[in-house]
């Protein structure tokens, strides 16, 4: 990958290439993010900008059905026609992204996460598995009691991490595992899952299904009278997969997440509002997945007004960016405390019709 000129650097208009998932599992994603991070353009650009520039989008497919994504990135990149990216999709996708230009340009990446990512100019913003998921294993092991946890997931890199820790979490909570599923994007029929939680008396489930997948599953659960009867975890569902799933499906539904749409919280009550009020009655709705984009644009500003500030000669340095504490406008109030350590606040939430109920901090 070549290296950018500095014309291009300097250029009047700032690109960021925003990568969502347009089709696909992952699919209904997309409205809401793809809303979040236009009304933080907006933001911006009613301001000074990023860096002292005007700032734009272009949106790329980034869905797990995009098989063409690499390639488009790459000469995008290599014609100097972008200069940033923040991407929300499956860390799969990822993973294919890095190996196609990871370290030529600055690249946030906002959802929640497995942890562990350490490239060069590369800002995994989202939460992370051990936040989200022990606390919230303990809190269902105090309060529901289950002893016969089944982990089920999609087959890739996030949910195996994902399983790997759980299992000490769930053996910290003084419960087993008795199965775990792997199953593939679109799994369809889920039949014999459903018949191997009967046959494992399991009586807790965490799901690591995504978005399509997780609505088909729980639709399934509940048809089959396992809902209330089995509880239920995931750490990647939002309001957008519960209104799929319908209300009728969604008892003892568990979520641990940076973000629920009926935190009331100020930074969130004032997020709405201003989503609300840029986009009418017709918005998206918002869930964990969207804002995340708002949060990413945000912070990408942060972290390239402060390049500017240090060193005006060479913003572009991916090595020196985000070594110090940063202040980004975010919905669920996190904050950047340098050398890639971002505070994400974490909520665990039951499922109550259409909505989530917030139960706790965590």
């Not at 992370?128 to 999609?154: C, D, S």
């Not at 940063?326 to 996190?334: F, I, N, T, V």
């Amino acid at each position: 990958m070549k290296r950018r000129s500095p014309s291009r650097r300097h250029a009047k208009e700032l690109t960021i290439a925003l990568c969502v998932p347009l089709g696909g599992a992952a699919g209904l994603w997309g409205p809401a993010a793809l809303a979040s991070a236009r009304l933080a353009v907006a933001e911006l650009n009613a301001s000074s900008g990023i860096a002292g520039r005007f700032c734009r989008l272009v949106t790329i497919n980034a869905g797990d059905d995009a098989h063409e994504i690499e390639a488009s990135l790459i000469e995008l990149v290599e014609a100097e026609e972008v200069d940033a990216l923040v991407g929300m999709h499956t860390s799969a996708v990822r993973h294919d992204l890095l190996n196609a230009i990871g370290g030529s340009i600055p690249f946030v990446y906002t959802p929640l996460y497995e942890g562990g990512e350490r490239t060069p100019g590369v800002f995994a913003i989202g939460e992370t598995t051990v936040n989200q998921l022990r606390l919230a294993i303990h809190w269902l092991g105090e309060h529901r009691h289950p002893r016969r946890w089944m982990f089920v997931g999609n087959d890739y890199v996030w949910p195996h991490v994902t399983h790997r820790l759980a299992h000490r979490f769930v053996g910290e909570s003084g419960a087993s595992v008795v199965r775990e599923m792997y199953l593939p994007f679109g799994g369809g029929d889920y039949g014999y899952v459903l018949d191997q939680i009967r046959a494992q008396k399991a009586d807790a489930v965490l799901l690591s299904l995504i978005g399509q997948d997780a609505i088909d599953f729980n639709r399934a659960f509940g048809a089959a009278g396992l809902a209330g009867r089995v509880v239920r975890l995931s750490c990647a569902l939002g309001e957008n997969e519960l209104l799929g799933i319908g209300a009728q499906h969604t008892d003892d539904l568990y979520v641990a997440s940076g973000y629920f749409a009926s935190l009331n919280t100020d930074a969130n009550l004032s997020f709405k509002e201003r989503y609300h009020s840029h986009f009418g009655a017709r918005a998206p709705t918002l869930d964990t997945f969207g804002q995340s984009t708002y949060e990413g644009v945000h912070f990408l500003a942060a972290l390239l007004d402060d390049a500017r500030r240090r060193n005006p000669a060479d913003e572009g340095g991916l090595a020196r960016l985000g070594t110090a504490p940063l202040a980004y406008r975010s919905a669920r109030g996190a904050a950047y405390a340098g050398g890639r350590v971002n505070r994400v606040p974490i909520y665990l939430a039951r499922a109550a019709g259409h909505q989530f109920e917030v139960i706790t901090p965590i």
